[in-house]
């Protein structure tokens, strides 16, 4: 999916929400570019000030070394691989090994970092699955420079004085992707175990939470490191279950001989057991072709190298090179609308401007031109109980991961209805299809007019003005949403609205689907 302009929904969104719209303008990778950025310059500032005792110099030489480096390195893999390079995602890995290395002058120093970035950047080349890095850039560079004696990674970022601009950081990056439940788990594990070995030694249970969160890596960690996209298993509950592990692995001592607990070697067998959990490697898509839904939104499809495993209502992440990425970057998410096990993989889009270059770059597609697609994942999917009622909600073009379950069948035996919010009768996407399905389709237009034939209108009288929908009016709509797991898919703003509503209307059981953009 991607953002579209949907009608009014309900209030006017709350302070989150506008933050949370204005963030999603950014795409993941952008966002932690600056958020870093800001980062390291917070950290010359405080150098200044004698909150740190680097020295500008070293501190200027190790931030030069490490982004030059990572940038040059991945421009030469690059083209030696005959691939387009992702700029945004070597700068993060030279900001990261920033943080991870002690700022220094030394010659021997300076080395083990220059030998950090480049392995990190090599990394993501020869150890790679099908085009798709196995293993975070950052900590496998850190790691192997640490086998090599040159340098160790001291993970300064750990520090008090750090805090006041690393944590809101943190905190944005988590609420973009959505992985603050998955972060909660991790530092909930790795702060339980840190305490009570320092609560052993002696420290007040103070003292040791604030050792453990303060100057102990976990914030960094889990904000920049372990929430990678491409190096997540797909699911909820299997990053979630990842995130435990890896918090164990992160705060007990071990020692294998060579090896010792450390937490890039934490993150690296974490990412070992995400690989083996999702869909292993990037997928070269050919294009087939696309057709128009509506005036301002078409499908697109692909012809797959290699068969692709997902889910009905998850998405996938498609690399569109182009010559000038904007500040959406090239990575973008689209919910999947076909059936697994399909010859085509289908994305419905919207087309109207103002578009971003990646969306110029998927527009432009001629049959046969190729695209890589990243990743799979997401868990917009049905309960496993087909007894479950659900309503669906749909925003415009948010309607894609339903329309998957529909050509699925997952619906067929479900007691299941759909309403559908869209500007007017010629912008319902999947017109067709909905009427094709046999469930209980409501269509509310903001311009008041009637819906495609064959498709339901919503009750008069069940809103007040076209195009708005509140608690009341979604409870008139559906009386018994109580008992109904509810699923609202459609651009931030929409979904935020609608997930109010649809709490005020009595439901239970929410889920929903915005567009992560990453």
Sequence with gaps: MTPVDTPQTGPAPSLAGRIGTAVGRFTMYRLILLVLAALAAYSLLLNVLGWLTFG???????????????????????????????????????????FLFWPSLQPMDLAGVALAC?????????????????????????????????????????????????????????????????AAVFTAVAAAIINVELLRSGMTAGTALWQALAQRPVLFFVGFMLTEPLTLPPRRRQQLVLAAVVGVLFAVPWNLGIVANSPEAALLAGNLLAFLAGQRGAVKLRFAGSRPLTPTTAEFSFEPARPVRFLPGQYMELDLPHARPDGKGRRRVFSLTGSPGGR????????????????????????????????????????????????LIAAGIGITPFVSHLSSGALRERDAVLLLLARSADEVPYADEL????????????????????????????????????????????????????????????????????????????????????
Excluded at 483 to 505: H, I, N
Aim: glycine share 10%; hydrophobic share 50%; aromatic share 6%.
């Design 344 to 391: 085509l993989v289908s994305f419905g889009v919207r087309t109207a401007g103002p578009v971003s270059a990646a969306k110029e770059a998927l527009l432009a597609l001629r049959p046969g031109d190729q695209v890589m697609a990243t990743a799979v994942g997401g868990d917009f999917v049905l309960p496993q109980d087909p007894r479950r009622p659900v309503l």
């Design 435 to 518: 009427r094709a399905s046999g469930l209980p389709v409501m269509v509310m237009l903001a311009d008041g007019s009637r819906p495609p034939s064959g498709l339901a209108s919503a009750p008069p009288g069940a809103h007040g003005a076209p195009g708005r929908l509140d608690g009341k009016a979604l409870a008139a709509l559906v009386p018994d949403i109580a008992r109904r797991d509810v699923f609202v898919s459609g651009s931030p703003a929409s979904v935020a609205s609608l997930r109010r509503a649809a709490r005020r209307a009595g439901a239970r059981r929410v889920r929903s689907d915005s567009f992560a953009g990453y």
């Design 56 to 98: 500008i110099p070293a501190m200027l030489a190790h931030l030069a070394l490490c982004l030059g480096l990572t940038w040059a390195a991945n421009r030469a893999l690059a083209a030696f691989f005959q691939v387009n390079p992702h700029t945004e995602s070597s700068l993060i890995t030279g900001l990261l090994l920033y």
């Design 118 to 182: 480049l392995l990190a950047s090599a990394s993501k080349y020869a150890l790679a699955w099908r085009g798709r890095h196995i293993f975070n850039p950052a900590a496998a560079g850190a790691f192997a420079t640490g086998l090599t004696g040159l340098n160790i990674a001291t993970w300064w970022a750990a520090t008090p004085a750090m805090l006041w601009l690393l944590v809101p950081g943190v905190l944005l990056v988590l609420h973009r992707t959505r992985k603050l439940l998955m």
